[in-house]
T-cell receptor, first 111, second 114 residues
Framework: EDQVTQSPEALRLQEGESSSLNCSYT??????LFWYRQDPGKGPEFLFT???AGEEKEKERLKATLTKKESFLHITAPKPEDSATYLC????????????FGTGTRLTVIP | NAGVMQNPRHLVRRRGQEARLRCSPM?????VYWYRQLPEEGLKFMVY????????ESGMPKERFSAEFPKEGPSILRIQQVVRGDSAAYFC????????????FGSGTRLTVV
């Protein structure tokens, strides 16, 4: 059975304190791994797609990496505006185009 | 920037009434997906549609729920005879036709059943 597990569930950081969020997955065949950001009361906002182990993508203070078992979202020198829930999702070879989501990591960055 | 448009943003229904949620995909996107998000839970896939076709409805409850994406007009998620447990945020997403493409999500419809 396909499974996506995100850790930690919640993370509090001081402004400027770098850290990483983890997304481990067990799927029959990975077509793509997606990272989204979700603010309270809003829809998920697309961040990155990773397709193969070893791939990395960056955007401002965020960097996503992928291995055969997990993905990391590294946040460098976070700011309060980075506070949000970060969602990881996988798209599998056997499924249709739908995404299978983890439950997210709720990040709070304290000024 | 015409993204994925969902309406209404908030919907209150009494138990037993029908709820209709609408979704207009991004321009150029031909695939629509509906997801449900319960409080403190992750996004759960419900149904995947293309114009006039249901591609995958494996996440849809067998009763009371239906979805369509007609040739003209928005995609509709219909919930008949709503119950308290249907209270959730319902998100629509769209994508272009190519596999592996990222989704764009709408802002969601928050359904409250009283």
């Amino acid at each position: 059975e396909d499974q996506v597990t995100q850790s930690p569930e919640a993370l509090r950081l001081q402004e400027g304190e770098s850290s990483s969020l983890n997304c481990s997955y067990t799927v029959s065949g990975l077509r793509g791994l997606f990272w989204y950001r979700q603010d309270p009361g809003k829809g998920p906002e697309f961040l990155f797609t990773l397709y193969s182990a070893g791939e990395e993508k960056e955007k401002e203070r965020l960097k996503a990496t992928l291995t055969k078992k997990e993905s990391f979202l590294h946040i460098t020198a976070p700011k309060p505006e980075d506070s949000a829930t970060y969602l990881c999702a996988v798209q599998t070879q056997t499924g249709a185009n739908n995404l299978f989501f983890g439950t997210g990591t709720r990040l709070t960055v304290i000024p | 920037n015409a993204g994925v448009m969902q309406n209404p943003r908030h919907l209150v229904r009494r138990r037993g009434q029908e709820a209709r949620l609408r979704c207009s995909p991004m321009k150029g996107h031909s695939h629509v997906y509906w997801y449900r998000q319960l409080p403190e839970e992750g996004l759960k896939f419900m149904v995947y549609l293309q114009k006039e076709n249901i591609i995958d409805e494996s996440g849809m409850p067998k009763e009371r729920f239906s979805a369509e994406f007609p040739k003209e007009g928005p995609s509709i998620l219909r919930i008949q005879q709503v119950v308290r447990g249907d209270s959730a945020a319902y998100f629509c997403a769209s994508s272009p036709a190519r596999a592996g493409a990222g989704y764009t999500f709408g802002s969601g419809t928050r359904l409250t059943v009283v």
